[in-house]
């Protein structure tokens, strides 16, 4: 007897799981309330990356004149960044509703809610009504934007990162409140755009998760490039006045005021379970989003829930991973994916890219570790694209055994994969000193730093062994 699969959400979980279905057969029936692609494709991942392509141009032409190029004055035109940003999105969107169709997925346009474990009811926008019923149900409904109750949030100009997106002109004066992820890569992508950015932190350093030493050399690096960073800080309130907004903080120092014409607010984000009437399918639902297990099984044992909706790791990779993975246990497929170890990245300028164990968490946890840092200023490939800025740091268990590689440097998203295969294949500093890496390329900063942790890093000073 064919499998029955629907899948509720049509982003980066919620697609693949229903592609991943009809190649093992099943007959799959994907409900989305909005636009295929979710929120990485329509308003997150691949338009903020578009922009950030502009940054970029904009930076090097900052320096052009180093690589012996003139240029007249630099202008942009924002109808256009836009035009192109949508062209982008519009082009992948089309790409995926293309291979929902090719793979025979039923596509069903609107909201979803639970009437039992197995009954599902189907709104349209225009108001019909219709019910599925199936054994096998993969949730995938995405997350939102985190809305902190603070006073003022919802004055005009205060915006989150859906909204600034569609920018029509630059802002003179962003305010960013949160020095995450997504708080410092748009504060990176204004800044190169001409926007006096300031970055509002509560904590005591800005992209809390990263290795520390990351961190602070980062702090630094933005600091130089015009960006205000406010740690430790804050945010009361939020208030109109004469020039546009006011951001009211406090410090231990007392209270801080910060002038802006935006004021971005990136606090987080929060699982979408709104509409669903989970409690009538028996699932739970705790802070962090919905309860699952090594399966991504819910406790309701024939629904699962994928992605950002149960709040282990609101990244797009991972939850089209996590797709496969459940789609694999409802068909009885032996599915032999890593879910522990998973890369992530972040569009700043220099980017960074981070996999596997921190410093800062070996030392929480009482792990003895080696650690090299090889830097790209001693690269041939960096210092020939006038990108010099940063370093690869991999840390190693007293065995050699490589446990996390860490990375602040050019071209950091795509390096971060060879140290991804290296911490989920538990590689020993001898299989990366072993493998030829090509010259001139940044990938040898990775073989230089990995083989620094056994002291045989060629251009690098060497070690102090011990007698």
Known sequence: MQKEIVVIGGGPGGYVAAIRGAQLGAKVTLIERHKIGGTCL?????????????????????????????????????????????????????????????????????????????????????????????????????????????????????????EILEFEKVPEKLAVIGGGVIGMEFAGIFAAMGSEVTVI??????????????????????????IDIQKSTKVNKIIKTETGLAVVGETKKGEVVFDATHVLVSTGRTPVVDGLNLAAAGIEFDRKGIVVDDHFKTTAGNVYAIGDVNGKLMLAHAA?????????????VLHNGNHEVVPSCIFVFPEIACVGLTEDQAAEQ???????KFMFGANGKALS?????????????????????????????????????????KLHVSD????????????????????GLSGEAIHMAPIKLKK
């Open 42 to 162: 329509n308003y997150g991942c691949i338009p903020t990356k578009t922009l950030y392509r502009n940054a970029e141009l904009l930076n090097t032409l900052k320096h052009i004149e180093d690589f012996g190029i003139s240029t007249g004055p630099v202008s942009f035109d924002v109808d256009k960044i836009q035009a192109r940003k949508q062209e982008v999105v519009d082009q992948l969107v089309g790409g995926i509703e293309q291979l929902i169709k090719i793979n025979g997925i039923d596509l069903i346009y609107g909201s979803a809610e639970f009437l039992s474990p197995t009954d599902i009811k189907i709104t349209s926008e225009d108001g019909e009504i219709r019910t599925v019923t199936c054994e096998n149900i993969v949730l995938a409904s995405g997350s939102k934007p985190q809305m902190p109750p603070i006073e003022g949030i919802d004055l005009p100009g205060v915006i989150t990162s859906k």
């Open 201 to 226: 932190e509560y904590a005591n350093n800005i992209l809390g998760q990263v290795d520390s030493e990351i961190t602070k050399r980062f702090a630094v690096s933005v600091k130089k490039k015009g």
């Open 320 to 332: 089209s991973h996590q797709g496969i993975a459940a789609v694999d246990d409802i068909m009885g």
């Open 366 to 372: 009482g792990i003895e570790i080696k650690k090299s």
């Open 385 to 425: 694209i006038g990108e010099p800025e940063g370093f690869v740091k991999v840390i190693s268990d007293m065995n050699d055994t490589i446990l996390g590689v860490h990375i602040m440097g050019p071209h950091a998203s795509d390096l971060i994969h060879e140290g991804t295969l290296a911490v989920s294949r």
């Open 432 to 451: 990366i000193a072993g493998t030829i890496h090509a010259h001139p390329t940044l990938a040898e900063a990775f073989a230089e730093a990995t083989m």
